[in-house]
């Protein structure tokens, strides 16, 4: 199995940008493929944009194509998520899964989770 542990949340001002990374540890790394999920306060759980075990391709939810960017680093056992332009709608819990085979959106089909870090966009 994989250890999946995130950071680089916190508090930033709309128009801003963070990155965060999740770290993985365990059973190779490389042969996951990775995903970033958010949860607000309130509402459920939702896909935000997942990479296969290469890194050659990715998926994004529609509404974030554009501002956010997944990617990973193999060598490093990291994934990221680059952040743009954040919005007051994009605070949330934001949680890495990793998965056998699947990069879609679908959280259900992911076996490993993070424990989140915190994403607060406020002025």
Do not use: H
């Amino acid at each position: 199995q994989v250890q999946l542990v995130e950071s680089g949340g916190g508090l930033v001002q709309p128009g801003g940008s963070l990155r965060l990374s999740c770290a993985g540890s365990g059973r190779t790394f490389s042969t996951y493929c990775m995903s970033w999920f958010r949860q607000a306060p309130g509402k459920e759980r939702e896909f935000v944009a997942a990479i296969s075990s290469s890194g050659r391709n990715s998926n994004y939810a529609d509404s974030l194509k554009g501002r956010f960017t997944i990617s990973r680093d193999n060598a490093k056992n990291s994934l990221y998520l680059q952040m743009n332009n954040l919005q007051p709608d994009d605070t949330a819990v934001y949680y890495c899964a990793a998965s056998i085979g699947y990069y879609g959106s679908e959280s259900t089909r992911y076996n490993y989770w993070g424990q989140g870090t915190q994403v607060t966009v406020s002025s």
